[in-house]
């Protein structure tokens, strides 16, 4: 079955750009989260979402946002951008929150730069 | 204080041989799952291995083995018979509450660079 889809893959945007990034999980899965990957900050959780609410957020600011539709896709969207928030942005799947043992599976990212 | 200690910035190995890469985790959970994936260049984050805090046995998946010894908090990662493509970013990562469901992000420690020679 089909893994994590994530659009686009590369993009390039200007400081002070907004961005949206897409995420389509794994078939039958309903948790979604999503990371920021960086150099100097390594993986960082930024938030989740179940059931199309968010259930856990990571320490970023408001600029970070997303949601989640009905049809469990989710979207996170960054708005006035600035150069630190060039990243990999990854989502990851699974199919249900809080389940033991739950595996987590991970999309391709999206590299986003910003100049 | 650190969640996930990966202690090895980059490993070698010879082709064929096995490797072990080290991960110590901090927490106060009782519940926990600890994962283990593999970052290529590309980007892609892939799952490799779990094991449950509960799990009394060591987790396998094919050449992937984890060397789980739970009293010192640790999670090693062993890679039998390494091959070419093994070459890549490791990470381990931790996720506590295992059972509560209030707590569903992973914790990554900063990876190993695995370079696998021929």
């Known amino acids: 079955k089909a893994g994590v889809t994530q659009t686009p893959r590369y993009l390039i945007k200007t400081r002070g750009q907004q961005v949206t990034l897409s995420c389509s999980p794994i078939s039958g899965h309903r948790s979604v989260s999503w990371y920021q990957q960086t150099p100097g900050q390594g993986l960082q959780f930024l938030f989740e979402y179940f059931s199309e609410t968010q259930r856990n957020k990571g320490n970023f600011p408001g600029r970070f946002s997303g949601r989640q539709f009905s049809n469990s896709r989710s979207e996170m969207n960054v708005s006035t951008l600035e150069l630190g928030d060039s990243a990999l942005y990854l989502c990851?799947?699974?199919?249900?929150?809080?389940?033991?043992?739950?595996?987590?599976?991970f999309g391709e990212g999206s590299w986003l730069t910003v100049v | 204080a650190q969640k996930i200690t990966q202690t090895q910035p980059g490993m070698f190995v010879q082709e064929k041989e096995a490797v072990t890469l080290d991960c110590t985790y901090d927490t106060s959970d009782q519940s926990y799952g600890l994962f283990w994936y593999k970052q290529p260049s590309s980007g892609e984050m892939i799952f490799l291995i779990y094991q449950g805090s509960y799990d009394e046995q060591n987790a396998t998946e094919g050449r992937y083995s984890l060397n789980f010894q739970k009293a010192r908090k640790s999670a090693n990662l062993v890679i039998s018979a390494s091959q070419l493509g093994d070459s890549a970013m490791y990470f381990c990562a931790m996720r506590e509450g295992e059972s509560g469901g209030s707590n569903y992000k992973l914790t990554f420690g900063k990876g190993t660079l695995l370079t696998v020679n021929p």
């Open positions: 990851a799947s699974s199919m249900t929150q809080g389940v033991f043992g739950n595996t987590i599976y």
